[in-house]
């Protein structure tokens, strides 16, 4: 339900595998239930795909925080851009976003995400610099730097000179006993059905997990006049910021730490949650279970990267139990072993839209310095190595950025290892 | 369909922490081999959901570490679902 998995999958108009979550309501539209095996769509009209060749500086692989940013920091050094993002609207994550931002004003600090998101979006419109490509995708890069894009009935072959590749992260499931019952959500996906569409999901929740997203979720359910019964998580201590923490408590949720969701029962939906207590090795206590009635199970476990632009390019890639799943390898000005392919943002290996910005700003800029030569270049390396130090010596010295700080430490190089990481994995693509 | 209580790991192909531990147990100890054997990830999601959470309970299974269940994991164009029309042509008559 963020866009990422197959789980809304419907016939729409007789087409099957169309993901719902984005496809846009309109007149007449039909949409049917899928289950199971759905013999091919017959009646589709073959043709009619506009094919068309496309140059940029920069290439930025879908348009959340990271991606925006980097779109503007290039063009304002006078890259030609050219954004891919698959949904309807620019803003990623930052749409469903309705909690103000900490932080200094440069980095938009008091705006809530969908505000920032639309402060993005006005500024990209009047850059002439910026070509944005919505609803479309990438679906594959090739030999000679050529990146496939499909959407809105057109086929593009991109050539372009370097990639920011910023396509997020998808949510983590879990599983537990009838985890595929209707009414066990993302949290994300949730946050999507309220926050961007208005609709109530249930009117009584358990919510897996304390981190930030488990918290902030439990807050904004409260506010659309969902019941939180309780917010469970299996280590024995809250994941989240405090801020986020004393605001549910306030409002009488119970955490329960060091307890795990084990089965989900009902008929058709979600009726009851079965939580048990765990010991220090994460095994259940027998004798500890406790029921909740409830219609909805939102699970807020953590995000994943989203690695897969990465790996099929063939980048050097690195598994981090701190950052979610496989991450890319990296410099500390955000390049892969695929030269001239960045990544920034969530797939990274996940903190926040702060950093995401942040992240897609250094990448835009090593980029303008080796597209762009004199005073230009230099201000550029001059800029990022500002923001690089801010970001890691500053920003990520938070105690509660800690883990994201090691695990990003650890995938990390320098320059002449990444060489030597290049040489023993020459990747089959290249860009510049 | 499977109904009664199961724990789906894999939704596109509907293949369950069951057949997972089954199949480990009957010899399977390559992460490919399993992915295969089971259509684990073949689905139209192409394993978006399900891959991190296999191979979690692949590693933790058989003791190999994640980067080592992954080794021979590959992806390939194309690395989303795309409507068939974007990439034929018809031909008149």
Redesign the interface.
Known sequence: MIG????C?MIVDG?P?VKTCREPVREGLVVERQR?WVPPAGG??????ENRELEADLLVVGGGPAGLSAALKAAEYGLDVVIVDEHLRLGGQLLKQTHKFFGSVELFGGLRGFQIAEEYIRKLESNEKVKVLSQS??????RGGLV?V?GRGA?YAIRPKSVVGSPGA?E?????????LPGVIGAGGAQTIMNEFGVKPGERALVVGSGNVGLIVSYQLLQAGVRVEAIVEILPEIGGWFVHAAKVRRYGIPILTRHTLR?VYGNERVEEAEVVEVDERFNPIPGSEKRFEVDLVLLAVGL?PD???F??CGAAM??S?DLG??VPLRTSDLETSVRNLYVAGDASGIEEATTAMIEGQIAALSTASKLTDGSRASRAIEEAEKLSKFLWDEYRASPLLARARRGKLSVTVSREEMERIRSLNPSPVSFG | MKRGSVTVVCRCNDVTEEEIAKAIEMGVDDFELLRRYLRLGFGPCQGRSCIMVAARIFSRATGKSMDEVLSNYRIRPPILPVPAKYFVRGVER
Not at chain 1, 4 to 7: A, M, V
Not at chain 1, 44 to 49: F, I, P, Q, T, W
């Open positions: 990422k998995c197959s789980s999958f087409v595998n199971g589709v009209e073959l043709g009619g795909v995708a990438v679906y594959g890069v090739f496939g499909v086929h998808s983590r499931y879990l599983d537990f006993v009838n985890n595929d089965a994943e690695f897969r632009l790996a099929q690195k598994w139990p799943g496989p």
